[in-house]
Each structure stands twice: as structure tokens, then as C-alpha cells.
């Protein structure tokens, strides 16, 4: 059983910075791939950016791509989302997630992620 809690949400206007973290319980956290996934109101649930265990592979959704940064602490159990440059359509509930097992699914798709945190509001206002 892997247990996720995303911190740093809140509310932040057009063109400020906020950094998610999230902690993950467990020993096995450094051969996870992680991932942050976000949700707007009405829409959706959809990719943002993964890391894999080594944090040497990373992929960003290209809405975000050059505003974003996906980071990991092994040491710490925690990974962390950069958010430069936001914008209002980056307003969501962010959700991390750990993918434990190996599958065929691709790392930007959420169905193949198998634990997932409570999520955290971000707000971006114009």
C-alpha cells in the first residue's frame, strides 16, 4: 500500500509561481514512476508530467512544456512540480500518482498509475 499527499496548492495570479510536493509512504518510492496529473472543473482528468525512478526521463504535457518542472527526492520520498509562468487555464485540482508495477500503458496515461493522492487546488487568477 502506497500512500500520496500533495501540498503547495493555493491561489496565485497570472504569471506567479507556486511548487507542489508530494510525499509518498513506502521503501520502494525510488523505483516508482510518478506522475502529476490535473483536473479542471468540468473537464477531464488529464496529463501534466511524469518522472521516472531514476529521475532521468521526464515528459510534459505540451500545454505546460517550458513552464513546468518535474522533479524527485528519493531520499526524501517526494516529488515536486515546478509551476513558473502560470496562466489561468492552469486553474485544477493536481493529483500526483505512483505507477508500481510494470504495465503497457504509457507513461502519460492515468489509467496506468495505481495509487493516487486526495489532490491539491490550484488556482490561477487574470
Known amino acids: 500500500q502506497v500512500q500520496l499527499v500533495e501540498s503547495g496548492g493555493g491561489l496565485v495570479q497570472a504569471g506567479g509561481s507556486l511548487r507542489l510536493s508530494c510525499a509518498a509512504s513506502?521503501?520502494?518510492?525510488?523505483?516508482?514512476?510518478m506522475g502529476w496529473f490535473r483536473q479542471a472543473l468540468g473537464k477531464e482528468r488529464e496529463f501534466v508530467a511524469t518522472?521516472?525512478?531514476?529521475?532521468?526521463?521526464?515528459t510534459y504535457a505540451d500545454s505546460v512544456k517550458g513552464r513546468f518542472t518535474i522533479s524527485r527526492d528519493n531520499a526524501k520520498n517526494t516529488m515536486y512540480l515546478q509551476m513558473n509562468s502560470m496562466k489561468p487555464e492552469d486553474t485544477a485540482i493536481y493529483y500526483c500518482?505512483?505507477?508500481?508495477?510494470?504495465?503497457?500503458?504509457?507513461?502519460?496515461?492515468?489509467?496506468?498509475?495505481?495509487?493516487w493522492g486526495q489532490g491539491t487546488q490550484v488556482t490561477v487568477s487574470s
Open positions: 518522472i521516472r525512478w531514476r529521475g532521468a526521463s521526464t
Open positions: 500518482a505512483a505507477r508500481t508495477v510494470r504495465n503497457s500503458y504509457t507513461d502519460d496515461s492515468a489509467v496506468g498509475y495505481d495509487y
Open positions: 513506502g521503501r520502494a518510492f525510488s523505483t516508482y514512476t
